[in-house]
């Protein structure tokens, strides 16, 4: 099963307000396991940055002057995406400007019933509990120090490594078909350990038998060899 774990980066809260996104990263798992297989890009929203939004994750006009807009990446996205299930954060929110984006720039939109939303998952599993990614790094011993400002690609790492502690750890199954690489259905993947079907022969020969056989008569009937369990 490929998934992709994803955060965005935004000038703000709406994208009927003029607010565009500014940074995508993206995180793929196949199996719930990290393949090391990321998708990080940063695009000119073609509007200036909002002081709010700059407090936040630090992008700022300047640097983003040279990026590309995102009809120039758009279909780069797409294709990294293929049709893997979405997991994202606060899904509502991203799925509503990338869809934005996609359609802006004539691509076709993502489905909403792609995305798993983790902060719907965390609540269901925590209620009352804060479900924010910073308050579940705490819960998980997730390590976020590098979290000094949000980060598309970062974030979603983070939230790579929260998601799959929701699930309930790296392997939840414990199969070899959580390891990265193994197709699904492959007898590789479908391995479990089974008894032989026929007792390996015995590595001793007769005359080792009988030798045997000899010390232990010699012993008497105390001999542990000579008791059943």
Known sequence: MREIVLDTETTGFEPSDGHRIVEIGAVELLNHMPTGRTYHQYINPERPMPTEAFEVHGLGDEFLRDKPVFAAVGRDFLDFV????????????????????????NLPRLPLDRALDTLALARQKFPGSPATLDALCRRFGVDNSAREKHGALLDSEILAEVYLELLGGRQPDFGLATVAGLRPGSPEAEWRPRPRPHPLPPRITEEEAAAHAAFVAKLGDGAIWLKRA
């Open 82 to 105: 293929g049709e893997a299930r979405l997991v994202i954060h606060n899904a509502a929110f991203d799925m509503k400007f990338l869809n934005f984006e996609l359609g802006r720039a």
